[in-house]
């Protein structure tokens, strides 16, 4: 007996977590995508596929799959990485002999590839979602009245541009008498935290950032952090840099700085602000996002 052919193939193939954000993305629409019933499979593409999800410039097809294809595009990557490596033109590429659509994460990826004359073929905004089994907020808070507020920051890759420097600085001049900093994850330099955690499974991690008060992130020209995703669905307030997607993510669930410098008031002040900024915290829901990515996909 033949196989059904894959309603969708995600031309890419995924792993175990702990892995990096589009990875832990990916899984969670993977599965959000099977409970409904729908054959998906990632890895090598099946030649029968009714629709196949390319990622980024992670794309080996030597030709164009008979189904509709969707490219999921980060970036820009030159602004990602600090450097033009030749990555966003491979993308476009791509993208031109492939796609039937693209998908970039938000608004901010969209304006950043027309400002650098990157076309994309029929482009539409999904943002990233997490899987809300596992990042959830808590049943209830420890109060904070008689202990120390607790800060997070997390990272999975060591790329400069992810915030390193920042958690470090930080870990150096947090007031250790009213705050406690937990950092998870790798960076570019060493992050003397006072709790320093290597890069942990989405549950173990999950069960970090619900003992947290507050999140920082300081990535730069991020399209949309997964991390920061996980951390408000687990509903912490968020201090973010101010740069790529992350102010349209938090909203007016945290506060955004554009120097190191400005931590220290803000850390102040979110606390002082902090059911306020908790209560506005809106993620998207991985159930639209995989509506929205069915429609774009010919499956809805």
């Known amino acids: 007996m033949r196989l059904r052919a894959p309603d969708v193939a995600i031309a890419h193939e995924l792993r175990d977590p702990p892995y990096g954000g589009s990875n832990q993305f990916l899984l969670a629409l993977r599965d959000e995508l099977r409970r409904r019933g729908l054959r998906v499979t990632d890895g090598p593409v099946p030649r029968r596929a009714r629709s196949v ?4 410039y992670l794309v080996d097809l030597r030709q164009r799959p008979a189904g509709r294809v969707v490219h999921r595009v980060d970036g820009p990557i030159e602004l990602y990485r600090g450097a033009d490596d030749g990555a966003d033109r491979r993308i476009v590429e791509i993208n031109d002999r492939l796609a039937d659509a693209t998908i970039l994460q938000s608004r901010y990826s969209l304006e950043a590839h027309r400002d650098l004359g990157l076309e994309l073929r029929d482009p539409v905004v999904i943002p990233n979602a997490v899987d809300p089994a596992i990042f959830h907020p808590p049943a209830e ?3 904070l009245a008689g202990r120390r507020v607790r800060v997070v920051a997390t990272s999975w890759s060591d790329n400069p541009r992810k915030g390193g420097e920042t ?5 150096r001049t947090l007031d250790r008498r009213r ?3 937990t950092f998870v994850g790798r960076a570019s330099v060493a992050v003397e935290a006072e709790h320093a955690l290597p890069p942990l499974a989405s549950n173990e991690l999950a069960e970090v950032l619900r003992r947290q008060d507050l999140y920082v992130t300081a990535s730069l020209n991020d399209p949309c952090s997964n991390a920061l995703l996980e951390a408000l669905a687990c509903g912490l307030p968020t201090l973010y840099a101010r740069s790529g997607g992350h102010p349209e993510l938090v909203g007016e669930a945290g506060l955004g700085f554009d120097g190191r410098e400005e931590l220290p ?3 102040d002040r979110l606390v002082e602000e902090l059911d306020e900024r908790r209560a506005a915290i809106r993620v998207p829901s ?3 996002v995989a509506d929205r990515y069915l ?4 499956l809805a």
């Open 265 to 267: 008031e803000l850390l």
């Open 141 to 143: 808070r420890e109060p």
């Open 53 to 56: 999800l390319l990622h980024s």
């Open 286 to 288: 991985l159930a639209d």
């Open 167 to 171: 958690y470090a600085w930080l870990a």
């Open 295 to 298: 429609e774009t996909l010919g």
């Open 179 to 181: 705050y406690e900093l």
